[in-house]
């Protein structure tokens, strides 16, 4: 079993950063790819960012040019560093991995972290 905690969400004015950071533990060997997904209130959960264990990325069209994730395998962390923040990035972050041997995608959830942007 894999688990994750998410910290580092707050308040914040528009244009200005955070930075979600990501925590595994326990058989992290089971996890390749981490994501973030993020859900605002009415809204459907929306993948924002992944990145697997070869430091490839993706990232959704909204926050690309803005968010950066990354991640240390030796630490078995993922960072989300969110730059230029918009009031439409209010949501609560989600770290999710993802394991290679299950059928599904993204096995495993954290708890999630707020992230709020005043106007």
């Known amino acids: 079993q894999v688990q994750l905690v998410e910290s580092g969400g707050g308040l914040v004015q528009a244009g200005g950063s955070l930075r979600l950071s990501c925590a595994a533990s326990?058989?992290?060997?089971?996890?390749?790819?981490i994501g973030w997904y993020r859900q605002a209130p009415g809204k459907q959960r929306e993948l924002v960012a992944s990145?697997?264990?070869?430091?490839?990325?993706k990232y959704a069209d909204s926050v690309k040019g803005r968010f950066t994730i990354s991640r240390d395998n030796t630490k078995n962390t993922v960072d989300l560093q969110m730059n230029s923040l918009k009031p439409e990035d209010t949501a609560v972050y989600y770290c999710?991995?993802?394991?290679?041997?299950?059928?599904?995608?993204?096995?495993?959830w954290g708890q999630g972290t707020q992230v709020t942007v005043a106007s």
């Open positions: 999710a991995a993802d394991s290679p041997y299950t059928s599904i995608q993204y096995d495993y």
């Open positions: 990145i697997n264990r070869g430091y490839s990325t």
């Open positions: 326990g058989s992290t060997s089971l996890i390749n790819v």
